[in-house]
């Protein structure tokens, strides 16, 4: 960390938490043996917030990060953006220090609250996030406009932040998290709160960044959101990451196969496809026939979207 | 360098816009600017009925002291309470994560933050100094009526080659004592008290844990500054007499709290004695210098606080 | 997961914490001395300015009371002291002149560089309370009533002088104890003095030089080789334009060193105007 101005001390390196060389890797984000410790000074105790994480994200991927509330999902992102110092231990952002400027270029964050200034609209917050990360001039006029069409905010970006909904917040951070055009994303719960329309349009987008090729990295409570979108996943407890592994290998329950037929089926038809299974040597007992369900949320979609496309068909409500 | 110093204006001009929208300070303000007009009212209860020679000089005294006093002190709390709220407020609304994450660097965050007040102070003392100059104005004419008045009582008067070279000499003395360049130099002097101040608060701030505490303290040490060449005088000429804690206590106040009291010159300017220009810029040059200390040690503790 | 305080330093890395202390301690510490000196020369150059006033002192703080001595702690010594002269004012209303007085000392104490104070507090002293206690019914016989006027001339004189002593380039302190010399104390051999001394200073009225010369003229000390001196003294110190101006004028001047060399008959060869 330098300081660009110093009369007696003119440039001095303040900190170097280890060398800040880049390191040649094929990860997007690593972390070797990362703590983190807070003291607890009022109760004698030390919180072990994280303890000794060891993880590897490959560019590219989708990288879900689950567990309940306090078990370290936060910590890790903050601790990957160089927000605060690890106890012990090592994190690196595309081979580089997560603190340095060259690693927070390509990085963008969208935070679980909406850390911005209500006082801005959204313009002049896109504005003023871009010029921090050295977008400026036309340049800085065009991703503005690409952003407020991607994530949807044509009607609000003349109003001050402290008015919008928090699905417009998330909206917006989601804009300025992008704003720089980083390769990797961290998102913070990025669909908490938002109403199930715009959860899926979040999602939708984090399969459109990965198609671009970007990394994401995100922590949700929403299983079923983190089932659809993650490559792989990892549940933390109690500051320990406890499982990690691609979803397909961790979900896929063993000793069974299911098969999809598009038909209801009658009694007989499913007793005459018992017998022929069993013939395969299967036990018939263990063969279940049941219907598959909707989820509640293709449900609400399907539904919202019709009515959306009827009323665009018949304005007039006829 | 050029992409730091960008960035450190993004933040700025960001600081100098939430406060402007701020409504608390556009109160203050209107307050500060009632003040200084407000003190040609006193000027004139100070001198009730006043018929010696030196009349004029005593209400532009007064006004001038009451303007600059009022400038003085609005300005204070202006400084103070802008400065107290900065680092509290990014660090409870979490702002200051969104603004992390990209690629600032905190020492230009919080230089950013500091140049945003600074700006902002500028503006409220350039305010106020133009209501200071209309009611300096205001107060000469008023100077001038009284005058004229006072001579036409003799009729004729013009004809008089003495009267009229005692009328000039009134007149003359009063656009002199309104019209001194000299209180350009006071409010400059002014002004870089108060951007010491503003280094003071945001070195208290940067480990404070509430804006409470860096208010009190700021104050304190505000006050205990206009000691300090006391302390300083003592702790330099009191060698083996005294006892190890109260030259502990004098030797820490004389190494570390800034000399506010030499900025009382002003109070010289405005009672209308020469304060060179050489003078003025030694002391600018060492609130400068102190500046600079004060922002260097904030950037290193807020570099290393844990947030 | 929460583990005993005994870990408590593993928290932040060792080297962290110590980098930040050293560069903390070693600015501080550079800039330390440095401030120090500067201090002192500042402080030097504002001696030879002759810019202090008191300091605070108990005794100072007791008569200003708390408020007014924050006042005073945080620079704003000039409107503290323009408040007590509010004190002054209304004292001065009440004609209670022993707190007038007072106020005075305290004004001046307080700002001593401030001449208004010095000016006006030693014209309300000399002018307002000696005329006011000339006229006091009060007093049992009129020996009392001049005596006590006189004791008001003093102060209001002393308050003059020591003005003078703190603002010696103030001319108004000059002409009002001239004035003082001249109109109460009717000693006109000191009023010309200051007279002659308050006309040297800058932004002294032009009309104020001929004074000294017109304290010794037949009204009042009534010496005509001294009033001789004065014009002459006079008119020796004026550029070769300005006599030129005042001839161009009819200024009285010449007119008076003519009468003055006629009467004392001064020989010709030491006339200013021989002819």
């Known amino acids: 960390m330098y300081f660009p101005i110093g009369k007696r001390v003119a440039i001095v390196k303040i900190r170097t938490m280890e060398s800040s060389a880049p390191v040649a890797t094929p990860f997007a984000a690593e972390t070797v043996g990362l703590t983190k410790r807070y003291p607890l000074t009022w109760k004698r105790k030390v919180l072990v917030a994280l303890d000794h994480l060891d993880l590897q994200i490959r560019p590219g991927e989708v990288f879900g990060l689950l567990g309940p509330n306090g078990s370290g999902k936060s910590t890790t992102l903050k601790l990957l953006l160089g927000l605060i110092v690890p106890s012990e231990g090592e994190a690196r952002v595309f081979g580089l220090p997560p603190d340095s400027l060259d690693a927070r270029r390509r990085v963008g964050f969208l935070p679980e609250n909406p850390y911005f200034y209500g006082f801005l609209n959204g313009d002049e917050t896109l504005r003023f996030y871009g010029k921090l990360c050295g977008v400026t001039g036309p340049k800085l006029d065009r991703r503005i406009e690409e952003l407020i069409e991607l994530v949807g905010l044509q009607n609000g970006r003349e109003r001050p932040l402290r008015s919008y909904s928090k699905g417009m917040l998330q909206r917006i951070g989601l804009a300025q998290a992008l704003i720089h055009d980083p390769d990797l994303l961290f998102l913070d719960e990025p669909t908490a709160g938002v109403d199930p329309l715009g959860s899926a349009q979040i999602r939708d987008l984090i399969m459109r960044l990965k198609k671009m090729g970007k990394t994401v990295i995100f922590s949700s409570h929403l299983l079923e959101q983190v089932q659809e979108v993650a490559d792989r996943v990892a549940i933390f407890s109690l500051g320990k990451k406890v499982l990690e592994g691609s979803l397909e290998s961790l979900l896929a329950e063993s000793q069974s196969t299911q098969i999809n037929i598009p038909a209801e089926l009658s009694a007989e038809q499913q007793q005459r496809l018992r017998a022929a299974i069993s013939q395969t040597g299967i036990d018939d007992q263990k063969i279940r026939f049941t219907r598959p369900h909707l989820s509640l949320e293709q449900l609400y979609l399907r539904t919202v979207q019709a009515q959306a496309d009827l009323s665009s068909k018949n304005p007039s409500g006829k | 360098m050029i992409s730091s110093l960008h960035r450190i204006i993004t933040i700025a001009r960001n600081t100098l816009t939430e406060s402007v929208r701020k409504k608390v300070l556009n109160v203050l303000l209107i307050f500060a600017l009632v003040l200084v007009g407000s003190s040609v009212g006193f000027s004139q209860l100070a001198t009730p009925g006043l018929d010696s020679s030196g009349l004029f000089d005593a209400q532009i005294k007064f006004v001038k002291d009451f303007g600059c006093g009022a400038i003085g002190l609005f300005g204070f709390f202006i400084a103070l309470l802008s400065t107290a709220e900065l680092i509290p407020q990014e660090l409870h609304n979490r702002t200051i994560y969104t603004i992390l994450a990209k690629p600032v660097r905190r020492s230009e965050f919080l230089l950013g933050k500091f140049l945003g007040v600074v700006l902002l102070l500028a503006l409220c003392v350039a305010l106020m100094s133009l209501a200071f100059a209309a009611t300096l104005y205001w107060q000469e004419l008023q100077g001038l009526k009284t005058t004229d008045a006072a001579y036409a009582q003799s009729s004729n008067w013009q004809a008089n080659s003495v009267l009229v070279s005692a009328y000039n000499h009134d007149v003359q003395q009063i656009v002199q004592q309104v019209r001194d360049p000299q209180l350009i130099e006071a409010i400059i002097l002014i002004f870089a008290k108060l951007v010491m101040t503003i280094g003071i608060a945001l070195l208290i701030s940067t480990f404070a844990t509430s804006s409470i505490f860096t208010i009190v303290t700021t104050f304190m040490i505000y006050l205990i500054g206009h000691m300090e060449s006391t302390a300083r005088e003592f702790w330099l000429a009191s060698g083996a007499n005294s006892s190890i804690w109260q030259s502990s206590l004098v030797g820490f106040i004389s190494l570390l709290i800034p000399d506010m009291n030499s900025f009382t010159i002003v109070d010289e300017i405005l009672a209308g004695n020469k304060v060179p220009w050489s003078h003025a810029l030694n002391l600018i040059g060492y609130a400068d210098v102190y500046l600079i200390v004060l922002l260097a040690v904030s950037v290193v503790i807020f570099d290393y606080r844990e947030i | ?275």
């Open chain 3, 1 to 275: 997961m929460e583990i005993p305080a005994s870990q408590m330093s593993t928290c932040l890395p060792l080297s962290w914490r110590l980098r930040r202390a050293t560069l903390v301690a070693l600015l501080l510490g550079l800039w330390a001395p440095c401030k120090i000196v500067w201090e002192q020369r500042i402080a030097q150059e504002q001696d030879f300015l002759r810019y202090h006033g008191v300091t605070m002192t108990r005794q100072l703080r007791d008569e200003l009371g708390q408020g007014l001595t924050i006042g005073v702690l945080s620079g704003m010594r000039s409107v503290v002291a323009d408040l007590v002269w509010l004190n002054v004012t209304t004292a001065w209303m009440n004609n209670d002149w022993w707190k007038m007085g007072s106020y005075i000392n305290l004004c001046t104490a307080l700002q001593p560089r401030a001449p208004v104070f010095w000016d006006m507090g030693g014209w309300e002293l000399a002018w307002n309370a000696s005329i006011s206690t000339l006229y006091d019914k009060t007093q049992p016989n009129e020996l009392r009533r001049i005596k006590a006027s006189r004791f008001w001339i003093d102060k209001g004189l002393e308050i003059y002088l020591r003005g003078i002593e703190n603002n010696p380039t103030y001319w108004r302190l000059w002409n009002d104890t001239a004035l003082l010399y001249d109109q109460r104390l009717k000693d006109y051999r000191t009023a010309a003095y200051y007279y002659r001394k308050a006309s040297e200073l800058p932004n002294a009225p032009v009309y104020l030089e001929r004074f000294s010369a017109l304290m010794y003229d037949q009204h009042h000390a009534n010496d005509d080789q001294a009033a001789y001196a004065e014009w002459k003294a006079l008119w020796e110190w004026l550029t070769p334009e300005e006599r030129q101006m005042k001839i161009h004028e009819g200024d009285r001047i010449e007119s008076e060193i003519r009468r003055l060399e006629q009467k004392l008959s001064v020989p010709k060869e030491k006339r200013v105007f021989p002819n």
